[in-house]
Every structure is written in C-alpha cells, then in structure tokens.
C-alpha cells in the first residue's frame, strides 16, 4: 500500500529542544505533506514538500524528503508546549486519495 | 476565506440506530469533499470523496454511505449504526484537482453504545 508510517510513534521533549520526526512511504509520489493534529481537533495542514525538492522551511518547520529512501522528517525546532500534538505525513495515492500515516504524538513538557 | 463546519460535535447513539453527520463548506465552490474515520490513536481512514454533486467514490465497504445534495454539502450516513462505527470522523475540502492539501472541519466524536 502507499502508507506512511512516521517514527517514533511519541516523543517527548523539554520546551526549547527540537523535535525530529520521520516518515516512511513505499511507492513513488509527487509531493508529501504534513500535518499537525491537536488532541479532539481536525487536522491542519503544515507544509507540502515536492518530490523534485530536498529541503523546505516554514517558520520553525523544516522538512526533508529522500526519494531514494522513500522518506522525509519534519524538525520543529525550539519547541514550545502548544507544538504538543500528533503529526501525521500523507501522500496522494490517485487522483484524490490522501493516505495517512499513524502519526507520531509530540509531548512539549514546559 | 473557506470555512468547514461538522457537526454535531460529539454523538452517543445505540448500535441499530440511524446516523447523519453533516459537513458544509464556505468562501468556495466545487470542491472537492471527503469524509475520514479516525480510530483511538490512529491515522485517517479515508470513506468517501466526492468531485462533484451527487458523485460519491467509497473507498471502504462499510455500513456507512455518502451522500452530496449540494456543492458544498457532504453528509455521512448509516441506517443501522455497529459498535464497530464509533470513531472521530473528519470532513475535509480540497481544490479541484488538488487533492495534495486538504482543510479539515473540526471533527465529530461519535460512540455507538
């Protein structure tokens, strides 16, 4: 299947570390995204990064994707404790369908 | 600017009862809408997408159908709800044709008791 399955599945952190989380997917894409979930809420969207780009910032996001892995990370850096949430990555499979990974639940401790 | 409003916001109804969750979009037209399930500390299950009014694609056989009236009105249903239909379900609108970012409404929390 196209699943992406992020690593670790939680991470906890003080306020002011960075986070790294990782993503796996297993066919070819066009583009991956992430997205962030608070507790009980719907998902938003964070950043969509290319299949012909490395690297891509946004404020404090930085995400990376390797098509030869078949991978990307997303770092938060200096985290703070509204980043507590589970993110998710996703890849279209089709023209429409958006397949998400389990997601990785962040834990910002103040 | 686009909206996307759920609701209801929680609901606890009996294995057997009937189910209808509504999903509207505004500040846009022709989207694309879709319905997700998401388990206790699970990623989303995508339902059901739709392109268009009264184009529905199911992605999952289930006890669960789809339906949109209007352009910006999806609505999920069920005639006889199972214990196995409890779950956060998402409603979410992309773009025509881009699919790759989607807004998601606020969820609604759904135990079947």
């Known amino acids: 299947s196209q699943q992406g399955e992020e690593d670790p599945q939680a991470l906890s952190i003080q306020e002011g570390e960075n986070a790294t989380m990782n993503c796996s997917y297993k066919?070819?894409?066009?583009?991956l995204q992430w997205y962030r979930q608070n507790s009980g809420r719907g998902l938003v969207h964070l950043i969509l990064i290319r299949s012909n780009e490395r690297e891509k910032h946004s404020g404090r996001l930085r995400v990376t994707l390797d098509t030869s892995k078949k991978s990307s990370s997303l770092l938060i850096t200096a985290s703070r404790a509204a980043d507590t949430a589970s993110y998710f990555c996703?890849?279209?499979?089709?023209?429409?369908?958006?397949?998400f990974g389990t997601g990785t639940r962040l834990t910002v401790i103040p | 600017s686009q909206t996307i409003h759920q609701w209801p916001a929680t609901l606890v109804q009996p294995v057997g009862s009937p189910l209808s969750l509504e999903c509207t979009v505004e500040?846009?037209?022709?989207?694309?809408l879709y319905w997700y399930r998401q388990a206790a500390g699970r990623g989303l299950q995508l339902l059901f997408y739709?392109?268009?009014?009264?184009?529905i694609s199911s992605e999952v056989p289930q006890n669960l159908s789809a339906s949109r009236p209007q352009d910006r009105q999806f609505i999920l249903s069920s005639k006889k709800l199972l214990l196995s239909d409890s779950g956060f379900y998402l409603c979410?609108?992309?773009?025509?044709?881009?699919?790759?970012?989607?807004?998601f409404g606020p969820g609604t929390r759904l135990t079947v008791l």
């Open positions: 500040g846009t037209s022709n989207p694309n």
């Open positions: 996703a890849t279209l499979t089709g023209a429409n369908n958006l397949f």
């Open positions: 066919t070819s894409i066009n583009n």
């Open positions: 979410a609108w992309s773009q025509t044709g881009m699919a790759d970012t989607q807004y």
């Open positions: 739709s392109v268009g009014i009264g184009q």
